[in-house]
């Protein structure tokens, strides 16, 4: 277990540096320089921009420095779209609201899609089960811009059933609907088609038929004795679902222009503002692999059958 | 069967040998035989015909209804994409000054000085909500098929054949039905070459590090490992951001060079879609390639070859990649959709497929401008996208159910 956990820290650590390397190396070897604009300032006044923002020293120093920068939290300023203002503001300004949505849509996919898998896996074959996959198999076909566009016209001010706001109010409550379903829409199927195949693997084993022997109620089979040892391999979803709200979260975040990072984001790279590109880059790989990282090591200590440190995957 | 007297003679348990059903076959009299004519005799013959591993899959194939329909699906596609174009006179990129923004219906001329008339008295009567859709339902005027602007109504009066907008028209006056042909196609291309470039360096890689095994194998591994645990999505973005001002800059100061040329044909834009996605999703293919040729590097044909004195290159390229046949084409089959799935994101974030050409996802983010009004711009890119990837995603499971029935959950 020891050795497992150092493994798996020592392995996240170098992904977050490698990221941090190859945003760096990257944004460095984009031609061009950040101040150019309609009329270019004269050289003295670039060199001084230089000379300020430390762009004039060689680029292993460069590098050297801003990694230790990263270290303290420290991205730098943004130099296009909110002159001077730290990245670091930018992000801890604009994450808790990205943050927010992804959190709900999380869990209304997981509150959702559990039961539903339930549900599919329990009537397995019948019209439920056919239901589920065929709403799952377009869910996974259908791109979440899609989604997102096609609820916004239908639920929105101006669309065909207009009852909720079209402009996005972060105290109002009603402004969270769409984004959150629409993000999260994705993952519920997916938590429901895993649910399901783990519940039809849990309701094959020797003890479930013990307990049905028994005579115990249907649903207290389901729920206390199947579903327990079902729920296990959802914890390993919850990493690549992460990352799949973050990045889903760009484009549901610029549909429903919802002030969060992801829009941010975005707009940050058409507009080629290079330390926010990399502040927030680096910071929200790190969020996703963090999240594995943890969503690993708690999946060993839940089931300690599962040995990843020899290589049972 | 057996009748209630033999089942009290040999009970059930009974361990007395049952002689009796055996002995019942002597009592088959020769005429109860009868001779195979000659087509059964035939038929026998020609079941026992050898059959080719794709003629195999393909057997399988056809029984799977649900992969024949998405293959017709995607075969339909295609012809819509590839050929379509020919059909209609107007080019994706041709603008037209006096066609813009047309639905996909239209009223003749003097409909629409009616409605515009019933439009003037509605809005000095102080009507708000009077639109020329409303008008026209109130006077009982139904719109027409396909969309026309003035002018050439005017020509058609005028005994022009016109050919008709049939899915109307965008701000600029290109016809959407050629821009969704000519988009298809776009997203057709990018993942069809996409999966080849991630066959391409998966496979070699894959097959590389199994076959050397050791300590290289476990290096190349941990490479894998290192760039699976990057999130991809966001690397993607910062690789197609930053690759395309590299790429422009390049044509800039090189442009008579063989490569710049190359460049040029496909564009920066789709090169960096293709860089990025070559250097990020390879891994998957190269571990499945990997996990196969271990396993299949055990067998003897591998062995005699080795023995014969075959180069460690000729043996994976001659005997172990065409044995994982199967996987890789399944693999690559299924990196098709991801591939489209990708390049809508990207162009839809305003990165991917840049004007004059387009794509369907930057059709779709096009039509996010006056979506309320002209929702159905965002909805034909939007349905065919999704109808090509359910279909690819279909027939891929499909495919491998096929080529390797022991898959099959």
Not at chain 1, 162 to 176: G, K
Not at chain 1, 224 to 245: D, E, Q, S
Not at chain 2, 132 to 148: C, D, H, N, T, V
């Amino acid at each position: 277990m020891g050795r497992f956990f150092v493994k798996r820290v020592l392995m996240a650590c170098m992904t977050v540096l490698l990221v941090a390397v190859v945003t760096f190396f990257l944004m460095n070897a984009i031609p061009g320089n950040p101040w150019l604009s309609e009329k270019t300032p004269p050289q003295a006044t670039i060199d001084a921009l230089n000379a300020k923002y430390g762009l004039d020293q060689p680029l292993p120093v460069q590098l050297a420095k801003y990694l230790g920068n990263v270290l303290r939290g420290d991205f730098g300023v943004s130099i296009k779209m909110m002159k001077n203002y730290p990245v670091r503001n930018i992000i801890l300004e604009m994450f808790p609201v990205s943050a927010r949505i992804g959190i709900i849509a999380l869990i209304w996919a997981v509150l959702a899609g559990i039961p539903l898998g339930c549900l599919a896996a329990y009537h397995r074959g019948k019209a439920a089960d056919s239901i589920l996959r065929v709403v799952s198999t377009l869910g996974v076909a259908t791109p979440q811009f899609v989604i997102a566009v096609v609820f916004m016209v239908l639920f929105t001010m101006g669309g065909v059933f207009p009852i909720l706001p079209n402009t996005f109010d972060l105290a109002n409550w009603q402004s969270y609907l769409l984004p959150c379903f629409a993000l999260g829409l994705y993952p519920m199927c997916y938590t429901a088609r895993q649910t399901r195949s783990s519940m039809l693997d849990a309701l094959g084993q020797d003890y479930i038929r013990t307990a049905r022997a028994k005579g115990l109620p249907v649903g207290r089979i389901i729920f206390k004795h199947a579903l327990r040892n079902a729920l296990i391999p959802v914890i390993t979803y919850l990493g690549p679902l992460t990352a799949f709200v973050l990045s889903g979260g760009f484009v549901v975040e610029k549909v429903f222009s919802v002030p969060g990072l992801g829009r941010y984001f975005t707009q940050s790279i058409l507009n080629r503002d290079y330390p926010v590109i990399m502040g927030t880059t680096i910071f929200l790989a790190t969020f996703i692999i963090v999240m594995n990282l943890v969503v690993d090591i708690l999946y060993r200590v839940v089931d300690p059958r599962i040995d990843i440190a020899k290589g049972g995957n | 069967m057996m009748s209630a007297e033999h089942m009290k003679k040999y009970p059930i348990g009974n361990l007395q040998p049952d002689v009796e059903s055996l002995l019942a076959w002597n009592e088959v009299a020769p005429a109860d035989f009868e001779l195979a004519s000659a087509e059964e005799k035939k038929n026998f013959i020609a079941q026992r015909e050898s059959v080719s591993y794709w003629a195999d899959a393909w057997r399988r194939l056809k029984k799977n209804r649900v992969a024949m329909v998405a293959l017709g699906v995607l075969g339909l596609l295609l012809l819509f994409a590839f050929a379509g174009p020919f059909f209609i006179p107007y080019a994706y990129d041709e603008t037209s000054k006096t066609a813009g923004n047309l639905y996909y219906y239209h009223y003749t001329l003097e409909e629409q000085a009616a409605i515009e008339e019933a439009m003037e008295a509605a809005k000095s009567a102080g009507r708000r909500d009077a639109s020329q859709k409303s008008i026209a339902r109130e006077l009982g005027i139904s719109a027409k098929p396909f969309g026309y602007s003035v002018q050439e109504l005017e020509r058609i009066a005028a005994g022009e054949a016109v050919f008709p907008h049939i899915l109307g028209t965008d701000t600029l006056g290109r016809d959407i039905l050629v821009r969704v042909m000519v988009g298809t196609r776009m997203s057709m291309v990018i993942g069809v070459c996409a999966a080849l470039i991630v066959l391409l360096i998966g496979a070699t890689y894959g097959a590389v590090s199994g076959y050397a095994g050791g300590r290289v194998d476990t290096v190349m591994m941990r490479i894998v490992e290192l760039i699976y645990s990057i999130p991809e999505i966001l690397v993607v973005l910062l690789l197609v951001t930053s690759l395309k001002p590299i790429i422009d800059d390049y044509l800039l100061y090189h442009p008579e060079t063989g490569i710049a040329k190359f460049i040029a044909v496909i564009g920066p834009s789709i090169l960096s879609i293709f860089i990025a996605f070559g250097l990020m999703y390879w891994v998957s293919m190269s571990r499945i390639i990997r996990g196969q040729v271990l396993q299949l590097k055990q067998q003897e044909y591998i062995t005699a070859a080795r023995a014969l004195g075959a180069s460690g290159g000729r043996i994976i390229r001659r005997h172990l990649l065409p044995n994982c046949i199967g996987q890789i084409v399944v693999t690559t089959c299924l990196q098709i959709p991801s591939a489209i799935f990708l390049e809508s994101f990207l162009s839809f974030l305003g990165l991917g497929v840049s004007a004059p050409l387009t794509s369907l996802g930057s059709m779709a983010s096009d039509a996010l401008n006056g979506i309320y009004t002209y929702t159905y711009r965002l909805l034909v890119p939007a349905v065919v996208l999704s109808v090509m990837i359910l279909s690819f995603n279909l027939f891929g499971d499909g495919l491998r159910d096929a080529l390797d029935p022991r898959l099959k959950k």
